[in-house]
Nanobody, 121 residues
């Protein structure tokens, strides 16, 4: 069964921190590069961080130095530690493989429900 379950979002003040978690099914996680994506209201979904199976990470310029992606391969789990949060980080955050998993059953890219992150005072 294909599954992506994101958690850990919430409301945080500017400058605060959150840690997101994502539990993925083996068919998605496997030895694939995993990523965290986000979609703000009225904007397209964007890729913010990726991590290879061996642990090499890359970040979008907008989050570099503030976010850290990690993974636990034995548990099919990927994390996103977010520090020094800004109002512009407000979005629904999703995890997926990179490139995103395409479901032949549903004939579309599969996404989980995401987790809302709101940065506001």
């Amino acid at each position: 069964q294909v599954q992506l379950v994101e958690s850990g979002g919430g409301l945080v003040q500017p400058g605060g921190s959150l840690r997101l978690s994502c539990a993925a099914s083996g068919s998605i996680f496997s030895r694939n590069t995993m990523g965290w994506y986000r979609q703000a209201p009225g904007k397209q979904r964007e890729l913010v961080a990726t991590i290879t199976f061996s642990g090499n990470a890359n970040y979008a310029d907008s989050v570099k130095g503030r976010f850290a992606i990690s993974r636990e391969n034995a548990e099919n789990t990927v994390y996103l530690q977010m520090n020094s949060l800004k109002p512009d980080d407000t979005a629904v955050y999703y995890c997926n493989k990179n490139p995103p998993y395409y479901s032949s059953t549903y004939r579309r890219v599969y996404w989980g429900q995401g987790t809302q992150v709101t940065v506001s005072s």
